[in-house]
């Protein structure tokens, strides 16, 4: 889900006086307008921060937990406004650009069309470079998304769960070797839904915090990875126990 968005708002985002910040966000739900961020002018305020950032470690740590704090207060306020709010992609923003409906949301064809032509330059690539190419679908997750998309449908946003499919006939009708590590994951806990909201992953194979694959997370799609590979060049495998990555 992120690719698409990537490339639909490609460069997303850049450098500015060595901070990363957006550079393009979508102005408009009803048509996919785009807007290119303006740089902010170097205030003198933001020089001394700039400064400050650079040379002091009690100001870094100050202003992360200020930030924290305001991205709290945010949250609560989003969470409040949600039942009131009539349109709510205007709350989740483009994060969730890829359950969108294309039959309610036209411009989205397009969207899609352009990024699964990005997925098969990535097959020319290979084929030209005789390489073998091997896709590892990555989506959301119901540990961090299942709240969100139950709130949205719930409103009758127009979104669709079906759009990963999508992604699924490209690869089956280019013949492109891939493996669902979402998937591979749900199966592994007992998901049979990203609305599931047991957060069975938090805490296993994902962190509790920040959502990133934990150790033995990044060891389970490792080891993912190299039985596919083996299945698909018919080497042998080695046993699981002996396949750990990362400790």
């Not at 933001?46 to 400064?51: A, C, E, F, G």
């Not at 590892?136 to 449908?153: F, G, M, R, V």
Request: net charge positive; charged share 30%.
């Amino acid at each position: 889900p992120t690719d698409l968005r990537g490339d639909y708002l490609f460069p997303q985002y850049k450098v500015e006086n060595n901070i990363l910040t957006t550079n393009k966000v979508i102005s408009s739900f009803e048509t996919g307008e785009i807007q290119l961020r303006k740089d902010s002018k170097k205030t003198l305020s933001k020089k001394i921060k700039y400064l400050l950032s650079q040379k002091s470690y009690l100001f870094r740590f100050s202003h992360l937990m200020q930030k924290n704090l305001r991205k709290k207060l945010k949250k609560k306020e989003k969470n409040e406004s949600n039942e009131n709010n009539k349109n709510l992609l205007d709350s989740f923003g483009p994060g969730y650009l890829s359950y969108f409906d294309e039959n309610k949301m036209i411009w989205v064809k397009n969207i899609w069309k352009e990024h699964l032509e990005t997925l098969k330059d990535f097959k020319e690539l290979a084929e030209k470079n005789d390489a073998g190419l091997l896709a590892i679908y990555w989506d959301d997750l119901p540990d961090y998304s299942a709240s969100t998309l139950e709130s949205l449908i719930n409103n009758d946003s127009p979104i669709t769960l079906d759009n990963n499919k999508k992604v699924f006939n490209f690869f089956e009708e280019e013949n492109i070797n891939y493996l669902n590590m979402t998937e591979k994951m749900f199966e592994h806990v007992g998901y049979t839904s990203i609305l599931d909201k047991r957060k069975l992953l938090k805490g296993n194979l994902i962190y509790k915090k920040n959502n990133h694959p934990s150790i033995e997370g990044n060891n389970f799609m490792g080891n993912s990875i190299y039985f596919k590979i083996c299945d698909y060049t018919k080497l042998k495998p080695k046993p699981p126990e002996e396949c750990i990555l990362l400790k």
